[in-house]
């Protein structure tokens, strides 16, 4: 079956890096778009990263672009999420979640998803 799991989350500093890793399997890994999510308590999924199941092109929000990369390990059945430059707001649960083939940052567009991994980043 399929599954997806997070990991790398942590505390950290205004300013300071982390990296998520998202460990797939149970699918076509290299044919399947990958996106990061990120959520706080009473707000929505918010898509940050996705990388696409045709080309490996890459999508970010506004929100993370320039400070956030999204890369994908083929070998490794694994995206991951370098975040750099942290801030505050940036602090949430992060997802990963599968689609087939094309990209999206628009939660709806995904049925398969992680558990989660908080980041915390503190001032």
């Known amino acids: 079956q399929v599954q997806l799991v997070e990991s790398g989350g942590g505390m950290v500093q205004a300013g300071g890096s982390v990296r998520l890793s998202c460990v797939a399997s149970?699918?076509?890994?290299?044919?399947?778009?990958i996106a990061w999510f990120r959520q706080v308590p009473g707000k929505e999924r918010e898509g940050i990263a996705c990388i696409s199941g045709l080309d490996d092109a890459t999508y970010y929000s506004d929100s993370v672009k320039d400070r956030f990369t999204i890369s994908r390990d083929k070998a490794k059945n694994t995206v991951y999420l370098q975040m750099n430059s942290l801030k505050p707001e940036d602090s949430g649960t992060y997802y990963c979640?599968?689609?087939?083939?094309?990209?999206?940052?628009?939660?709806?567009?995904?049925?398969?998803w992680g558990q989660g991994t908080q980041v915390t980043v503190s001032r």
């Open positions: 979640a599968k689609r087939r083939k094309i990209a999206s940052l628009d939660a709806i567009d995904y049925v398969s």
């Open positions: 149970g699918f076509v890994f290299s044919e399947s778009a």
